[in-house]
Nanobody, 119 residues
Framework: QVQVVESGGGLVQPGGSLRLSCAAS????????MGWFRQAPGKEREFVAR????????YYADSMKGRFTISKDTNRNTVYLQMNSLQPEDTAVYYC????????????WGQGTQVTVSS
């Protein structure tokens, strides 16, 4: 089992920045990758970015490239999502998810953290 807990959400003005954190615990040695997703009101959940647990390789949704950066601190078992140039359309609940090597998809999800971009 793996547990993930997000933090760092909040209210930010358009053009501002936030850094989200996702702390993983439990059987972290079994992880393959971790990712960030988001869900805006009335919309489906969408993929934001992911990072390979071992290789640190990253992948982003096209709309996030250049504004968002995913990174990992191995010592802290924590994944970060640095979000810059935030716009009102980035308002959503952001979720962290983890996928173990034995699983075919993300199995472990956090509770989510609210990001609101508004003046």
């Amino acid at each position: 089992q793996v547990q993930v807990v997000e933090s760092g959400g909040g209210l930010v003005q358009p053009g501002g920045s936030l850094r989200l954190s996702c702390a993983a615990s439990g059987r972290t040695f079994s992880l393959y990758r971790m990712g960030w997703f988001r869900q805006a009101p009335g919309k489906e959940r969408e993929f934001v970015a992911r990072i390979n647990w071992s290789s640190f390789s990253t992948y982003y949704a096209d709309s996030m490239k250049g504004r968002f950066t995913i990174s990992k601190d191995t010592n802290r078992n924590t994944v970060y999502l640095q979000m810059n140039s935030l716009q009102p359309e980035d308002t959503a609940v952001y979720y962290c998810a983890a996928q173990a090597r034995v699983d075919s998809d993300y199995k472990y999800w956090g509770q989510g953290t609210q990001v609101t971009v508004s003046s």
